[in-house]
């Protein structure tokens, strides 16, 4: 490439050489002269020296940190480009003249001097207050994904320069060709990289603030995941790079880590920053009132949970009286309490009695404040804590409940009878099930339970013996007295300030625990819904079951179009007659299915269908149904949305649309309703709410991502939920749509108003384009074209004809389609990224295929036959890529056009017959299908109206396909499962099953 030609006329280094690190690694892969010189990394120092523009053109070396993509035409106006580049960023020395280069640095100077004061003192921390929330420079790569002389180019890796920030708005400009660079490069693009997994090469990623503990270690410890991993992770996080785009595009770099292990790091890194900004915040008020000392910053810096800030903040606290260790502070006792430890045989307590002053009127007032600040001092101190955390992982700590005195009101007796279970309960910590946690959370709440953490009395004495001997023991001979002293304040420590602080971390960190899961939970239900295998190409008749106000029916077509609404009253002594209507309406429209939902009445209109099918009073028509859940149907009917899609129809007809669209194709239809409205979970109204809204949107975005969209014909609430697209830019994608006819390619994405480099590259790989709509659309447009105004050229069968070009007319701000040639390209149907168009192209230079054959039996022959000559992993080596990328390529070439992955998921299952509570026998054996999931148990539909429970103690990994194990695709909503009846309650109408395998 071009690209790579200029790498070489400038001499720069190669950054990938032989291990092909990723260069945000490449600190740990220079020379070991370099590594001797300082053994500790320092990433302010290397940073800023890497930013610097030279000084000297005679006396410094020329450096290059960026290579620039062929697009900008650089040499043509070198005064233009040096002045709009980013004035902090290293700019290519041998294409700006000597003249530009004086202007630079002038205008760099001039910006240094109008920046904050601090500069003048610290000048390693130049840029410390425009980054972004991580400095990032270490994980900056900027290597190709592989070199060639393909037709098209692929997007370079540029760094994500000192002062310059992402800035993902409407706002956000495109790319642009044959015109100077931008003042901003906005996003940073990372081609495929290669994982190191050497302690060696994994650099510290530095905070903006500081604490006394690495965020990548502690990160690495609380989601056990190796620490490269997660330095990778902040900074493709740090780049603005979504969920989705990382764990397909970027596998290389996380370790082949599922989106749900991603979403885990992001919470957990989240919760980090968020201790962080506390701390400083902290730090800076109590500063302000002139209290901070050099103990107190130490102790705030160590703090790695919002518990142990607000445990060291609080006695600085606004309106706070202050603790008995800060009032003996005031009489001016901790001199003494520090000679106790260090100097007892000096320390005389009588000298400080002053009978006129309060606290210092006699000895025992005395040794009580002394005896406070001492308590304070080892409740506060690092290692002492360390050493009461680590003695109680080895002891039983439990959790205990009991019922509440004052919940023996009338009233409350049926919300008392529900906490059964946790009225004398008692459970190690380290065997309690979250679901449990949460249950007891919400008794406490309600006032119906009392909850306490018990430490057993052995940690106490055991900790009090090491504090006296090991940790504080006196550095000299000490008096009995002044022992006594000593061995009062480590009891009152403990129990005044260290015991209430760890049950308050127990209690925090179970909770938080509990709430992960469950929401993580509530994602892979969520997740197995959305993916249920859509049922395409039939005409569907979806019913809102009713007494009162009647069954709503709504008939719709293959392609979801409404063609037909009705009301029909089957509970009301009409039914013989009704069904005359429903029979003609299945007849008239050779409706074959019916979707009925899970609502009030939906037993009873299961039954109605179901003796009617069991007669064959539908013939000729072989009718069969489904059940589908369908909560959140009536909120979306009233929605503005539902009224903007279906004007004029009434909200329970609409009902009976959505419900037969989520059967037609469920992840189009379920992404307009709220995901927590969805109802696939468990305690969801007692998680955090803010988490539990970004997992579920995550969630639905890596789903709607996976699937990909047809961009030609999808709806603008389908689209808005792509990675890297947001509402706005969902609505000028159609708005651009509408008003100049269908896309033709991935690149003219990069015409839509606020969808700038960032955006495209997060969202090119996830959207379609169907090559036989876009053929017929082309051929059709040049026949009626005469005027040549438009020029249309439709390449697909030259593999050096697949880029296209697009030439800015006039300013930045119109994004209007410019007049070029529009050329499709069979690439942009496949999961393969632009980015990789180059490394696809050589690829099927080398097997001899060409783009026509993309999705075809022979294609499949081809790739299989070279890759069992070569193997995938030197194929890959020679290609200069990843195996992950790879892989990517040849999936893309092999599967067939509008492949849909999830047809690898269970379908609805269809029925004829049901049966009722009352037929079944401990021991019969039922196939059903998972209705949810919870921590506790898994909830079946066996078709007797009434889900069975299958207790989480029956859900073993011997009895799930190998398939199933996996994190990201475990048992939920739409598995269908053969289960045993093991135990049927028929008042409470609860039946418990045993799971016998997974079909």
């Not at 990723?22 to 020296?49: I, M, R, V």
């Not at 021991?923 to 506790?936: C, D, Q, R």
Request: charged letters at 25%.
């Amino acid at each position: 490439m071009s690209s790579l030609s200029r790498r070489a006329k400038l001499k720069v280094q190669a950054v990938v050489a032989k291990d092909e690190l990723p260069s945000f690694l490449e600190s740990s892969s220079e020379s070991e002269e370099d590594n001797d010189k300082d053994s500790s990394w320092e990433p302010q120092k290397k940073a800023t020296n890497s930013l610097k523009l030279p000084i000297s053109n005679k006396n410094k070396p020329k450096k290059v940190s960026v290579v620039q993509k062929k697009g900008p035409q650089i040499s043509s106006s070198p005064r233009k480009v040096a002045i709009k580049e980013e004035l902090n960023r290293s700019v290519l020395i041998d294409d700006v003249s000597e003249d530009s280069k004086d202007e630079l640095r002038i205008l760099q100077n001039h910006k240094t001097t109008s920046s904050t004061r601090k500069r003048v003192s610290n000048k390693p921390r130049i840029q410390k207050a425009k980054n972004l929330k991580v400095e990032e420079v270490i994980c900056r790569t900027d290597n190709l994904d592989g070199g060639g002389d393909g037709g098209i180019e692929i997007p370079s890796r540029s760094t994500m320069q000192g002062g310059s920030s992402i800035k993902m708005g409407e706002d956000e400009e495109d790319l642009t060709f044959g015109e100077p660079p931008l003042k901003k490069i906005k996003s940073t693009m990372f081609p495929q990289g290669q994982p190191v997994k050497t302690a060696g090469n994994v650099g510290k990623v530095q905070e903006e603030l500081e604490m006394n503990w690495d965020i990548v270690q502690v990160l690495s410890e609380r989601t056990n995941i190796e620490p490269w991993v997660c330095a990778n992770i902040i900074c493709l996080f740090n780049d603005d790079n979504t969920i989705p785009f990382i764990a397909r595009y970027r596998k290389e770099l996380i370790n082949n880590l599922d989106a749900d292990a991603l979403r885990e790091v992001q919470q957990t890194l989240d919760e980090l920053r968020i201790v962080a900004k506390k701390t400083h915040a902290t730090i800076q008020k109590i500063k302000k009132e002139g209290k901070l000392s050099e103990s107190l910053l130490t102790s705030l810096l160590n703090c790695k949970t919002l518990e142990e800030l607000d445990h060291v903040s609080a006695p600085y606290k606004t309106g706070s009286k202050g603790t008995k260790a800060q009032r003996a502070k005031q009489l001016g006792l901790e001199g003494a309490a520090k000679t106790l430890l260090e100097n007892p045989g000096t320390l005389n307590l009588l000298s400080f009695v002053k009978p006129n002053v309060k606290g210092l009127s006699t000895l025992q007032e005395i040794e009580m404040g002394v005896q406070h600040i001492l308590a304070d001092m080892f409740a506060k101190d690092k290692d002492t804590l360390d050493f009461i955390r680590k003695l109680c992982s080895r002891r039983y700590v439990c959790i205990q409940s009991s019922l509440a005195k004052v919940s023996s009101k009338n009233e409350r007796e049926k919300d008392v009878s529900k906490f059964q279970l946790y009225q004398n309960f008692s459970c190690n910590i380290k065997n309690i099930q979250h679901h449990q946690i949460l249950a007891i959370n919400r008794g406490e709440n309600l006032k119906i339970l009392t909850v306490k953490v018990n430490i057993p009395d052995k940690v106490k004495n055991e900790f009090c013996s090491w504090c006296v001997q090991n940790r504080w023991r006196p550095l000299q001979f000490a008096r009995p007295e002044l022992m006594k002293i000593l061995h009062d304040s480590i009891e009152d420590s403990y129990k005044r300030l260290i015991c209430p602080l760890l049950c308050r971390e127990y209690r925090s960190k179970l909770t938080s625990d509990a709430e992960k899961e469950s929401i993580m939970m509530f994602g892979r239900n969520l997740r197995q819904l959305l993916l249920t295998s859509p049922v395409p190409g039939r005409t569907l008749m979806g019913v809102d079951p009713g007494y009162k106000h009647g069954c709503k029916l709504a008939i719709i077509s293959p392609t979801s179009q409404i063609l037909h609404t009705d009301v029909v009253y089957l509970h009301s002594g009409q039914g013989f007659r009704e069904a005359e209507k429903i029979k003609r309406l299945l007849l008239n429209f050779n409706c074959s299915t019916i979707v009925i939902g899970n609502g009030t009445a939906c037993r009873e209109t299961e039954a109605y269908f179901a003796d009617l099918i069991m007669k064959k009073y539908f013939a000729p028509l072989d009718v069969v149904y489904c059940i589908v859940n369908e909560a959140g149907a009536s909120i979306y009917s009233v929605s503005p949305e539902a009224n903007k899609e279906m004007p004029g129809l009434d909200p329970n007809l609409r009902s009976a649309v959505s419900i037969a669209r989520r059967v037609q194709d469920p992840l189009a239809e379920l992404v307009k309703i709220e995901p927590k409205h969805i109802g696939v979970g468990m305690y969801q109204h007692d998680v955090s709410q803010t988490l539990l809204k970004a997992t579920l949107d995550s969630v639905v975005e890596e789903c709607v991502s996976f699937v990909g969209v047809d961009i030609n014909i999808c709806s603008e609430i389908l689209l808005r939920h792509i990675a890297g697209l947001n509402a706005s830019r969902a609505k000028n994608i159609i708005e651009w749509r509408e008003k100049n006819g269908p896309f033709i390619n991935r690149e003219q994405l990069k015409n839509v108003k606020g969808l700038g480099p960032k955006s495209f590259q997060q969202c090119a790989g996830f959207i379609r384009f169907n090559q036989d709509y876009i053929r017929t659309f082309c051929s059709s447009l040049q026949n009626e074209s005469s005027s040549g105004d438009q020029v249309l050229s439709i390449a697909v069968t030259t593999p050096v004809d697949v880029q296209f070009t697009d030439e800015k007319q006039g300013k930045k701000k119109s994004k209007t389609a410019p007049k070029v040639a529009l050329k499709p390209n069979p690439l942009d149907q496949t999961c393969i990224h632009p980015e990789s168009y180059d490394t696809a192209m050589r690829f099927l230079s080398l097997i001899g295929g060409n783009l026509c054959e993309i999705g075809k039996p022979e294609m499949q022959q081809k790739i299989n036959s070279f890759l069992q000559k070569e193997g995938v992993e030197e194929i890959a080596k020679s290609l200069k890529t990843t195996v992950h990328t790879l892989q990517i390529i040849i999936d893309g070439l092999s599967q067939p056009e509008s492949f849909d992955f999830r047809t690898d998921f269970d379908k609805p299952d269809f029925k004829r017959s049901i049966v009722c509570l009352e037929d079944l026998n401990v021991g019969t054996i039922l196939t059903g299908k998972v209705e949810n999931a919870t921590l506790f148990g898994i909830f079946v539909d066996i078709g007797v109206g009434r889900s069975g429970l299958i207790p989480i103690r029956n859900v073993t990994e011997a009895k799930l396909s190998k398939v199933k194990k996996r994190r990201s695709l475990g048992l939920g909503p739409g598995e269908r499962v053969e289960v045993k009846v093991i135990n049927i309650d028929i008042p409470r109408s609860r039946i418990t099953l045993d799971l016998i395998r997974v079909l």
